[in-house]
């Protein structure tokens, strides 16, 4: 049985940390595993490069968080410490960095996103004062990622942010592109098949489902069964958290995919190290039950079904990984939601032609009606004058 979460974020490069030198950054940027798996020195360099010049555009953008903000957070944290309910770690740790204005614009992001997903909660019992259990666990929750001060706040932002990093992607290398349109989407998968063959371990499950829905990521979608033809042969890793040294890849037939109704299908002879056999027992226990796959989009389209935008995605680029996953990549959806964005203009742009062809044909009766009418005036005028 399939138990399906899809969720999203863009595969992680390394980024720039906070008072790290540029050239602490270089040398972090050029070792890391990630980078080295997938790039050679030079392309690796350019991409290292690309990124702090991107972080000294971004920087430029304030993000100090406003009184209203700061007011929500502390506000939350100790409704939280009071009442013990509301919130996980993550949003403890967003509070705190709202307090101490330690705001990075990947903290932007996911702050927008969370509030996005979250503004179905304020319809909630408890959110509101007066009402019987405030504050709720969603309003404590709420507070914690700065609340309404928050949300219009972190829109304006991430605006402000996504406009910088279009403009750094134009002038990118073609390494820096590929990379930051990669996305992920992750499957909560029941039941995954563990076979055992001598000294041959194999996990059997499926990285994408197809002709589902996914959850809410601030549009919903569906990927359609020849979305990965002409992918099965690439270059791809069976990975942790699509991360680390690859555990099978297909170049040596130790990861094998494949397509069925359901979905895209894969099996891995899991390499007998300590990591592929502590993957083994965590998958036999059910303590991992997740898989996930990254990849990039070649075509797509999109549709409003029940006032819903919804994202059809019609073939793969490019498949990179397979993983086995312990929680749920983030839900930020960054590429997908820039697509939508580009379907949208396209519909308003094509909406407002159409107006202007109405405006046009509408002008054009009008004259026409005046021109009749003026006639006909004229006509009368003559036979009177008779």
């Given at each position: 049985m399939l138990l399906l979460e899809k969720s999203?974020?863009?595969m992680p490069i390394p980024t720039p940390k906070y008072n790290e030198s540029e050239e602490q950054f270089i040398d972090r940027c050029m070792i890391d595993e990630?980078?080295?798996?997938?790039?050679?020195d030079d392309q690796r360099l350019a991409i290292c490069i690309a990124q702090i010049e991107e972080d000294r555009a971004i920087s430029d953008i304030d993000l100090t968080p406003t009184k209203g903000m700061i007011e929500e957070a502390e506000?939350?944290?100790?409704w939280r410490k009071e009442f013990d309910r509301g919130g996980t770690d993550i949003g403890?740790?967003?509070?705190k960095a709202i307090i101490e204005n330690e705001i990075t614009p990947n903290r932007v992001k996911r702050i927008f996103s969370y509030l996005s997903r979250h503004e179905v909660d304020k319809k909630g019992e408890g959110f509101n004062a007066g009402e019987d259990g405030y504050p709720s666990a969603g309003r404590i929750a709420w507070g914690l990622w700065g609340g309404d001060a928050a949300f219009t706040w972190s829109e304006n932002k991430v605006k402000k942010i996504k406009m910088e990093e279009s403009k750094e992607l134009e002038n990118a290398p073609q390494e820096l592109r590929s990379v930051t349109d990669k996305e992920i989407r992750t499957f909560n998968v029941q039941d995954l098949e563990i076979r055992e063959e001598g000294d041959t371990k194999t996990v059997v499950g499926y990285a994408s489902v197809f002709?589902?829905?996914?959850n809410d990521m601030g549009f919903r979608e569906i990927i359609s069964e020849g979305a990965f033809e002409g992918r099965l042969n690439d270059d791809v890793r069976f990975l942790i958290n699509h991360d680390g040294l690859p555990l099978a890849r297909t170049t040596n037939n130790t990861l094998r995919l494949s397509t069925d109704k359901i979905g895209l299908r894969y099996e891995a002879d899991v390499a007998d190290t300590s990591l592929g056999r502590d993957l083994m027992e965590l998958m036999k226990n059910g303590t991992i039950n997740q898989s996930s796959f990254a990849f990039t989009v070649d075509d797509d389209s999109w549709e409003v079904k029940d006032g819903v935008?919804?994202?059809t995605i019609k073939k793969v680029s490019r498949l990179y990984d397979v993983s086995?996953?312990?929680?749920?990549?983030?839900?930020e959806a960054s590429v997908g939601l820039r697509s939508m964005e580009v379907w949208k203009k396209e519909e308003e742009e094509k909406v407002m032609k159409e107006n202007l062809e109405k405006e046009k044909e509408e002008r054009k009766k009008e004259e026409l009606d005046l021109t009749k009418r003026s006639l006909s005036e004229l006509r009368l005028s003559i036979i009177n004058k008779k």
């Open positions: 999203s974020k863009t990630t980078m080295v798996a997938e790039y050679d506000k939350a944290l100790e403890v740790g967003t509070a002709n589902t829905l996914s935008n919804v994202r086995a996953v312990t929680y749920p990549a983030y839900e």
